[in-house]
């Protein structure tokens, strides 16, 4: 590789803000935080979950109020 012309590459911490998992991925991101994750993601886990909300759902949810 060449130097300078790649962002710096870290060994990211994503953080669940549902469930409070924490696992690494690769990024060019530091930190990552994410509304769902493979743990607690009702796909998975086949139960319907309430994610913790920060807004954009809360938001979606308004927007399915008002077509209804
Ligand atoms: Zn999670």
């Not at 690769?26 to 913790?52: L, M, Q, R, W």
């Amino acid at each position: 590789m060449k130097n300078n012309i790649h962002p710096k590459y870290y060994r990211a911490k994503v953080i669940c803000l549902t469930c409070g998992n924490t696992f690494e991925t690769g990024s060019t991101e530091p930190e990552i935080k994410v509304d769902t994750c493979s743990k607690c993601h009702s796909f998975y886990t086949g139960k319907i979950n309430i994610t913790a909300d920060t807004g954009r759902v809360a938001k979606f949810r308004k927007k399915l109020e008002s077509v209804k």
